[in-house]
């Protein structure tokens, strides 16, 4: 299987996870059948001086999944579409994360419609924009 990791570095199976998906400056692919690792700059083939650009990047990469420690809805709703399946992270540590992905613990992520998060509704709390 190949495993997608956002990271600041890559170290292989000794990279740590980057907090953010779409603003990772690396993708390290983990093949978990040899162990090989590869980088993939976290930009656009054409412009890579254009910035962070993970759709661009991870365009016609096979993968069988992308471990994040976040990640926001529009990017997983893209990577969704796209056909890879995003899973959270346990930990920082890549290795530890190959392992538990292998065995199949962990947990694939939802969107959460977190734009709609702080905005004003008329919901059962009571809380609206004009109390």
Do not use: W
Request: hydrophobic fraction near 40%; charged fraction near 15%; glycine fraction near 10%.
């Amino acid at each position: 299987m190949k495993v997608c990791f956002p990271t600041i570095a890559d170290a292989g199976m000794a990279s740590e996870i980057y907090g953010h998906f779409a603003s990772a400056p690396l993708f390290v692919i983990i093949d978990t059948d040899t162990g090989i690792s590869s980088a993939i700059a976290n930009c656009d083939r054409e412009n890579p001086y254009a910035g962070c650009n993970p759709f661009s990047a991870l365009t016609g990469q096979q993968l069988d999944g992308i471990v994040v420690g976040g990640i926001g809805d529009d990017s997983l709703r893209v990577m969704n579409m796209c056909g890879f399946t995003v899973h959270q992270a346990i930990s920082a540590s890549v290795a530890e994360n190959v392992v538990l992905f292998s065995y199949g613990t962990l947990q694939e992520m939802a969107v959460m419609q977190s734009h709609l998060e702080g905005r004003c509704s008329n919901n059962e709390s009571g809380c609206n924009c004009s109390n």
